[in-house]
């Protein structure tokens, strides 16, 4: 195993690695393809004059072009590519590959940058693995029986909220395929001094990675375990009940695939584990605990808490508000009360230190149904608000 992980790029040191071992190999494939095609042309030049040994040569060249399976370089994502060339990328590399880019350049691609209207059918279909056959002219037919798509998009959020407002981004069901996570801002937490992530700790990471990239060559089928089949099976009937009523405005299409979502999660956690083929329940547990944090953020960014100028205010808050909420719990009427008193005390940033600051992000809150105040009152004269309960059951949310 790799020992040396400082500063290490797991993917791409793997992929390095992994065309460095098979240069050889790669370059013979190349070779062979380029002489089979360079016969069957000089074949089929010497067919064209009656020569029935050429032209026997010719069918005898074709199977062998047919049967010809290249040795590719091996590519595990790329930051960008149309929908016409990703079938392409997606054939050499056995069907399977993903998108990472620390820019959004593909979803103005899929938007129509090059062609001018919305080509997202492949990237839905990725998805699930459903199968994809794409015929142009000019070209050959590509046929995917099963291609597999994962896409790591680190975002401006400008870029998500052109997305998330593009109403045919939106209708063909591609950004409900997205889990989303808005961290919180790490802007003046920071120290210079601030420790390294230990050198086991990277190791271990890297190992990790490599345990999960050589399961390429060996696909397998996972299953539950029998009490982790129960526990998901719970999860999955509690989360359908809840889909329809209003607790799930405006993310319907996005929680109506949320549970296949929490099973692959529980697969990711087993393999990244151990590498086994049954799901325990303890990685089913993860999952569901993680489907509650990626709720929330599906609510804040689909209903648009975060996609304007007080978003990060807005983030923040709510997050100082369930503090507070667990740490005081149910007041006698049965409802997490919070007073504006105890949120001031409890943050220490120098914007927070008034009121009036309060007011633009916790009205965001309200007009979403995270918190609410008494009817007979504006929000800059109540003293205390509510929390919506529901905000603290992570695993409804």
Known sequence: RWTVCRNSFPIDDYTK?????????????????????KRLAKAEAEASKGDIAAENETLELAQ???????IRPLRIYTGDCTAEKLPQLMLEQDQRFSIVSSEGGIIATISGRYSGEVN????????????????????????????????????????????????????????????????????????????????????????????????????KCLRFSQEARKVY?????????FILPADFEGIEGWASKHCGIVARISAI??????????????????????????????????????????????????????????KNGKDVSGQYKVTFRDLMR????????????????????????????????????VSSFYLNPIVLEDTII
């Not at 099976?233 to 989360?239: C, E, N, R």
């Open 64 to 70: 062998a072009l047919a049967e010809f399976e290249p």
């Open 120 to 219: 997202a059918d492949i990237f839905c279909k990725a998805f699930y693995g459903e199968s994809v056959q794409v015929d142009r002219v000019g070209r050959d037919s590509e046929v995917l029986d099963r291609p597999i798509l994962s896409m790591l998009l680190c975002i401006q959020p400008v870029i998500l909220s052109k997305m998330v407002e593009n109403k045919e981004l939106t209708g063909v069901g591609l950004v409900d395929r997205f889990l989303f996570c808005v961290p919180e801002s790490s802007i003046g937490k920071g120290t210079f001094d601030s420790p390294p992530v230990p050198d086991k700790d990277m190791c271990d990471y890297v190992n990790r990675m490599r345990n999960l990239l050589d399961m390429r060559c060996n696909p």
């Open 346 to 381: 409890s943050n220490r940033k120098a914007a927070y230190q008034k009121k009036t600051n309060y007011i633009k992000p916790m009205q965001l809150l309200i007009d979403k149904g995270y918190i609410t105040i008494d009817e007979d009152k504006e929000i800059e004269k």
């Open 233 to 241: 099976a719970d999860f999955y009937d509690h989360w359908q009940a």
């Open 269 to 326: 956690l087993q393999l990244a584990e151990d590498g086994g083929d049954i799901i325990s329940v303890d990685n089913v547990l993860k999952a569901i605990q993680l489907s509650g944090y990626f709720s929330e953020q599906a609510r804040l960014v689909l209903n648009g808490v975060v996609l304007d100028a007080d978003s990060s205010d807005a983030l923040y808050i709510l997050e100082k508000i369930k503090c507070l909420a667990r």
């Open 17 to 37: 690695d992994y065309n460095f071992r098979n240069k050889g190999n790669i370059e013979v494939s190349k070779q062979r393809y380029k002489n089979l095609k």
